[in-house]
């Protein structure tokens, strides 16, 4: 059985066409959609990652860096940026494309923490990943302190 799986084997990019019902008031994306699309992307990631069951445990503050228009095609590209004990950190990048010029722009990055669990619900070891170019040790880096932080900030908030 494999010991640690390379981010490569479960990465995703998938595109989709923003419509008329999924904008706000002001003719932009609905922020919700889009957090919606970066949620299940990345969960499929996470799956694929851990071949399991898992749920999001939390998702990191997100921004909109540019407005979407109706039409414009979204691309999220997802991957594992970190692997826990029982728990998997997948980075999702957002761009836009207008579908007539090909120009793309990247409009959020969001990074979320998955949780793999087992038949009774609770969590379960996750296999390792194991970054192999200069880009997959970036992240795993930047990845590895998001996680610290994140601890250290939750023990916090239970300490108070
Ligand atoms: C996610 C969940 C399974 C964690 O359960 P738990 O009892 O806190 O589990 P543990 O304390 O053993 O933590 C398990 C792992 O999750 C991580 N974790 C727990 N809460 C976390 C949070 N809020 N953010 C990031 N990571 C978290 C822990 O750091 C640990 O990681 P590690 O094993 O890689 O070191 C539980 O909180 C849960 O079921 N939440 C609801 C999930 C859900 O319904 N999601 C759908 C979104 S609506």
């Given amino acids: ?63 909109f860096e540019a407005p979407i228009y109706v039409g414009d095609h979204v691309i999220l590209k997802a991957s594992v940026n970190y692997v826990g004990l029982t728990s998997m950190e997948i980075g999702v990048q957002v761009s836009k494309e207008n579908p007539k010029t090909g120009k793309q722009v990247r409009t959020t990055t969001a990074y979320l923490t998955f949780v793999h669990l087992d038949e009774k619900g609770q969590p379960k070891k996750v296999i390792g990943l194991s970054p192999e170019t200069p880009e997959e040790e970036r992240r ?10 994140r601890k250290e900030l939750l023990k916090k908030i239970k300490e108070t």
């Fill in 1 to 63: 059985m494999d010991e640690s799986r390379n981010p490569r084997h479960s990465a995703i990019e998938t595109r989709y066409i923003l419509a008329p019902h999924q904008v706000n008031a002001l003719g932009t994306a609905f922020g919700g959609v889009i957090m919606s699309w970066i949620d299940t992307v990345a969960a499929m990631v996470a799956q694929r990652h851990c071949k399991g069951v898992v749920v999001t445990a939390s998702i990191d503050k997100i921004s």
């Fill in 140 to 149: 795993y880096k930047n990845a590895k302190l998001r996680v610290q932080a």
